[in-house]
């Protein structure tokens, strides 16, 4: 068989940070040695990833995953070859001994130092009544009896020898950084070590700019990896230790000057977790809350909801590439008309930008952004979201001359995501203008509009008209938490149990337009809470339908750690703030949903990154005015964080959540229709809830590590341009694996 065009590249992840000015590189969307090559894409008709793991009934198994590619493509010729079928064969020894005991000692192992062992006597106490076999193990006792490179892998060993000698299923890291004030996160590439209770492994994956990411401004010199503690064996059941090479350094993927560790098959083999605690206080407040949350019985009022918050993640707008062909029309006042329609037949405002044709001047082209005044945006913005449909012209702007030069560039910023759908580029060349800007219906699941495009002359004579129709543009966090299905593939909602109330959140039904949204929401008790969009570790934010006028002028605050900045701290110095810009200044703090407590899932860059604390945060601010400081990649921004988002969820004694998931790096995001099926920070936190509603998962930690399991088997943890091993190396738990959701009857 043989097509006639291209068959149309894969889209491209993106950062779901909320840096505003983050700057982007041009990437060519096609990779031009697959598009040239006249040798069949894949060039495999199959492949097989081989990994050891446990399995959904705890048993350690050897996992095989095939990968049949039942088309293939031949780019220079055209040519797609199909099949239509595929039989497997898998040939396999069984082992005749097993390195792990037929009945377990110790169910659940905790790790701590020494100083938190009395505060953690209940929980231990708490676990074996409950017919969870518990003990601790001190951070001390493991440096004395076991060897390795560091303290990490010396902990690693001992996690590998309870299992082979207890038994052991789950294991629980309880410590974190040693102060909120300065505490010292790194102490090498690999290693965090003096400044923790316990220990954490760094990854040393570079980012691809491919994602895209300016190489030299944005990327994650490698991320805590507390999966590095769960994955103990790779094929055959050897001992993993993250350094194929032995050149020192650990799971290094696409690191400059040093060679990728390969042969790492990711799964982990035991259910490991973390409660980052970093003092006494603390480890008390998280005790408490797991010890009543399992033995009170669940009231199905509150813990049978789900509460989702979300907005638009990514500027996916199609290119209108509309040609207005100047050439034949005299000079000339014009005005040119927009105004877009949705499949319901309810249109917007007209918008209109007035040109001149002027065949003796110098052509002015100049780009626009503006639809965050469009009369409808602007009243949705003061009232609530959803509004009109919205139509913009950016390409040409109020006043611009179409002259006798030829004009062409890329703007060089306020075009979100312009690099990957190319909607924002001007172009005025041999006197033909393409008209380019965005059509959308910010409404929940208002993914479809149609664009009219008019042009009149200075008699009102109409003289160009031609539509877009259907144009697509997805809401991504909302379609990630929602109950629609996408390619095959739904949102969280569209997987949990019927009986759970759905309590949405989201900037395009109004229902998020601020913090006091999500603390109500929270406040009101759930089961389950999910965040999908941008963030850092002091906040989580995402955007209004559409992304009026770019991300600035879009960006809608959920919730934040705090608002002790050195930006209001300067600002209330020169007077361009005041003291409200500082209060309060912990808004998380005011939760106070009690006992009421939700498992949370928070989706976006640097949530659950637990190695931050004041005055780094702080720094860092410094480093943006002096960048000769260097990046301490805190990414705090100038905030004064003493905990990262995610933990201070936990942490809080007067609700907040019971546990949480997510990134300790910048997380990805696909942006458009791909936005359930192609992996990254969509996927895995989907699949969490998947797992619970559809695959009846009631252990935390199962829940988690079939998570992780499913995201393997999926996708190809040996491609680091398309985002997959950090994903899922950065996706942590903070929380209690054994815990059992909804608590004990």
Known sequence: ????SYVKPGSHMLPLSINKEMQQTSVEQMDMSVYTSDTPFPDNEYAVKIGSGINDNHEHVTFVTVEWYPVQYIPTTGELITYNNAEIDVSYKQSQQSPFPETSTYDLVII????????????????????IETTLKTTEGIYAEYDGIDEAEQIKYFIKDAVETWGTSYVLLIGGLKSTVYAKPRDNMNLGASGWHVPVRYTNMYDDPAFPLAEDSLHDPGVISDLYYADLYKEGGIFTDWDSNNDGVYLAMGKPGVDDDENIDFYPDVSLSRLACRNIEEVNTVVNKIITYENTPIDPSWFEKMIVVSGDGFLDQEDLNIKWDTTEIPDDDYTIYAQSFNPEGEHGYITNVNVTKDKDAESKITYSHNDHLNPAIKDAFTTSFPTDPVAEIVSVSEGDILGNTDISFDPPSNDYCNEFFFWANVSYVDEVLTIRGKSYDPKPYGNLSSIHIWIKDSDGNTVFSEWRNNTEMYYEGEW???????????????YMPEEFEKEILWTSNGELQGTDDVLSAINGGSGFLFFSGHGSPNVWADQYPGIPGDRAHSSVTGMEVTKLSLWNVLGLLTGSRNLDDLTPMYPMDLLSNGEKLPIAVVGGCHNSQFNVSMIPGVREGLE???????????????YAVPE???????????????ASMGNTGLGYGMPGKELTTGGGDSWITIEFFRQYGEQGQEILGDTYRQTLNSYIDTFDMTDLSAGHPKTITQWVLLGDPTLKIGGYE
Do not use: V
Not at 1 to 4: E, G, T, W
Not at 644 to 658: E, K, V, Y
């Open 644 to 658: 990262t988002f995610s933990w201070r969820l936990i942490q809080n004694p007067n609700g907040g959540a019971i």
């Open 624 to 638: 943006i005015l002096f960048p000769s400081i260097g990046h301490s990649s805190m990414w705090c921004h100038g």
């Open 1 to 4: 068989q043989y097509i006639n």
């Open 480 to 494: 990630t938490t929602g109950e629609k299905a996408l390619l095959g593939r739904g949102g969280a909602l569209y």
């Open 112 to 131: 701590a130092p020494n100083e938190f062992s009395t505060a953690l006597q209940p929980l231990i106490d708490h676990k074996n009544n409950r017919g």
